[in-house]
C-alpha cells in the first residue's frame, strides 16, 4: 500500500465510523518505504490533496473517550458527556494536537499528524528545529534524535551526533549515553531516519536496545512506521488534511548566531516564511515560543502572524508572575494568547473542588485569551496525574478525571483550546459541549 492509498484509506475509514460511538479506530501502516517504485513524500501529498478533497472533514474518535466517560465520577458532568454518545462529530479548533497523537504514535510523525487530523484535531502541532544546513524540520527538540529516531542505530550517522551512542555499564551501573541533534546533520541525513516512541532504554549494551524503553502505558504498536517531515511538508500535509497550524520555534541548544551568521531572528523569520510561501492565511496559524523575545519579533515584524503569536509561558509560579501586574505588562506588549502549564490555571478550593487559580483569573482580565497544556500526557491518572496536574492531585484519582479538568478548562478558566496527546478526548467533549 502506497502514501496516497494510505491516507485516503484513513479518511474514508474515518467517513464510515464517525457516526458510531462503538467504532473502533482503524490503522495501517504497512507502506514499505523502501519500495523501488515509491515516489518521493513531497509528490504524494500533492497528489493525496485532490483524493482526499471530499473526506478530509470526516472524524472519527474511536473507543477512548467513551471508556473515559464511563470511568468518571457520577455527577452531572459525566451525565452531560453520555448523552453525547451517539452524536455525530467535527473537527474543532478547541482540539489541538499536541506533536500528533503522540499516546500512541511517534511525535511528530506524518503518522502521528494523520491520526490527530482523523480524531477531530482542528490545529495541530510542528515543532521547528534547524538541520546543520539550516532546513526547518518537525522535532520537539533540537537534541532529541536519539530518543525519538533510530539515528543511533545509524553508524554513520552516530558518529556525527554531538555524543555518539556510549553503552551502560551494568557492573557499575553507569547508564547508556547519547545526545544527537538535528544541527548534528543535514536535511536528507534527517530524512534517511525512522521516527520511533520517545523513550530510551538507560541500561541499554547496544544501539537497538536503547532504542526501548517505552513506557508501558504508551504502546510500539504503530512505531514500526514513523516518516519524519519537514517543517514545509508539514505545512502541505496540513492544508491537505483540511486542520489549522501552530508551529513552535524550539528553544536551539546551540549558541546563537548558528555557524556565526544564522541568529535567532533568522530562525523566527524562516519560520513565518514557510507559511507566507505556502500561501496559509495568517489567521490559521498561531506561532509559539517559550521566548518572548520570539514572540515580540513576530508582532512587531511580522505583525499579521503576529497577532495570534502564543507565549509559552514557563516562568515559576508566584504571586509575582501570576499578578494582574504582570499579566497587563504581557498584554501591554501586544500579546494576546498566553499558553502556560495547565496545573498553573487550576488550583482546588476549601471542599477539593477544582477552581481557576490567580494566574488564569488575572490572566483573563487583562484581555488574555489562554491555551492549556498537555491532556492525555500523564499516564494513568489514579496517582494524582503527575507533573501536569501538580496544583489539583488530591482531586485526581481516574482516568475519567482527564474531563473534570477539561471541563474547569473550557467553562471556568475559559481556555480558547487545549492540547492533547490524543485528540479524539478534547474533541468530544468540544463536540458534547457546543465549542468550535
Known amino acids: 500500500m502506497n502514501l496516497r492509498t494510505l491516507i485516503v484509506s484513513f479518511l474514508c475509514c474515518g467517513a464510515l465510523l464517525a457516526s458510531s460511538a462503538s467504532a473502533h479506530a482503524w490503522y495501517d501502516f504497512g507502506a514499505d518505504r523502501t519500495s523501488p517504485g515509491l515516489i518521493k513524500l513531497k509528490e504524494k501529498l500533492k497528489a493525496l490533496k485532490q483524493d482526499i478533497r471530499h473526506n478530509r472533514n470526516a472524524v472519527h474518535l474511536g473507543p477512548r473517550p467513551f471508556w473515559l466517560v464511563e470511568d468518571m465520577d457520577e455527577g452531572p458532568?459525566?451525565?452531560?458527556?453520555?448523552?453525547?454518545?451517539?452524536?455525530?462529530?467535527?473537527?474543532?479548533?478547541?482540539?489541538?494536537?499536541?506533536r500528533g497523537a503522540p499516546l500512541q504514535f511517534p511525535?511528530?510523525?506524518?503518522?502521528?499528524?494523520?491520526a490527530a487530523a482523523q480524531m477531530g484535531a482542528g490545529i495541530v502541532e510542528c515543532d521547528v528545529a534547524f538541520t546543520s544546513d539550516r532546513e526547518l524540520v518537525c522535532r520537539h527538540a533540537q537534541?532529541?534524535?536519539?530518543?525519538?529516531?533510530?539515528?543511533?542505530?545509524?553508524?554513520?550517522?552516530?558518529?556525527?551526533?554531538?555524543?555518539?551512542?556510549?553503552?551502560?555499564?551494568?557492573?557499575s551501573g553507569t547508564p547508556a549515553r547519547a545526545e544527537c541533534r538535528t544541527s548534528d546533520i543535514t536535511l536528507a541525513e534527517f530524512k534517511s531516519l525512522e521516527g520511533k516512541m520517545d523513550a530510551f532504554n538507560p541500561m541499554a549494551t547496544t544501539p537497538e536496545e536503547y532504542l526501548g524503553g517505552t513506557a508501558d502505558w504508551r504502546t510500539d504498536l504503530y512505531a514500526s512506521r514513523g516518516t519524519l517531515m519537514t517543517h514545509k511538508e508539514s505545512i502541505e500535509l496540513f492544508q491537505a488534511l483540511g486542520v489549522k497550524f501552530t508551529p513552535e520555534l524550539k528553544t536551539p541548544v546551540v549558541d546563537m548566531p548558528w555557524q556565526?551568521?544564522?541568529?535567532?531572528?533568522?530562525?523566527?523569520?524562516?519560520?513565518?516564511q514557510d507559511y507566507v510561501e505556502a500561501g496559509v492565511n495568517p489567521k490559521h496559524v498561531w506561532p509559539q515560543s517559550f521566548q518572548l523575545e520570539d514572540v515580540l519579533f513576530w508582532i512587531n515584524q511580522m505583525p499579521?502572524?503576529?497577532?495570534?503569536?502564543?507565549?509559552?509561558?514557563?516562568?515559576?509560579?508566584?504571586?509575582?508572575?501570576?499578578?494582574?501586574?504582570?499579566?497587563?505588562?504581557?498584554?501591554?506588549?501586544?500579546?494576546?494568547?498566553?499558553?502556560?502549564?495547565?496545573?498553573?490555571?487550576l488550583t482546588l478550593d476549601a471542599h477539593d473542588q477544582i477552581v481557576p487559580s490567580d494566574y488564569a483569573r488575572n490572566a483573563r482580565a487583562a484581555g488574555l485569551d489562554l491555551i492549556a497544556w498537555t491532556v492525555e500526557r500523564s499516564g494513568p491518572l489514579a496517582s494524582g496525574g503527575g507533573w501536569y496536574h501538580q496544583t489539583i492531585s488530591d482531586a485526581i484519582d481516574n482516568d475519567g478525571d482527564v474531563f473534570t479538568v477539561i471541563d474547569v478548562l473550557a467553562r471556568e478558566v475559559g481556555v480558547i483550546g487545549v492540547f492533547s496527546d490524543w485528540p479524539a478526548t478534547t474533541t468530544y467533549y468540544s463536540n458534547c459541549m457546543g465549542l468550535k
Open 77 to 98: 458532568l459525566k451525565e452531560e458527556l453520555l448523552s453525547c454518545r451517539a452524536d455525530r462529530v467535527k473537527r474543532t479548533d478547541f482540539s489541538i494536537g499536541h
Open 107 to 114: 511525535e511528530h510523525t506524518m503518522e502521528s499528524y494523520v
Open 143 to 171: 537534541n532529541d534524535l536519539h530518543t525519538t529516531t533510530n539515528i543511533v542505530t545509524v553508524p554513520e550517522l552516530n558518529a556525527k551526533c554531538t555524543q555518539p551512542f556510549v553503552p551502560a555499564d551494568p557492573a
Open 304 to 345: 499579521e502572524f503576529g497577532r495570534q503569536a502564543v507565549f509559552l509561558d514557563e516562568s515559576p509560579l508566584t504571586p509575582e508572575t501570576s499578578s494582574l501586574a504582570y499579566m497587563e505588562s504581557v498584554k501591554a506588549q501586544g500579546v494576546n494568547v498566553l499558553a502556560p502549564a495547565l496545573w498553573k490555571m
Open 260 to 272: 556565526g551568521e544564522y541568529s535567532q531572528e533568522d530562525y523566527a523569520r524562516q519560520m513565518i
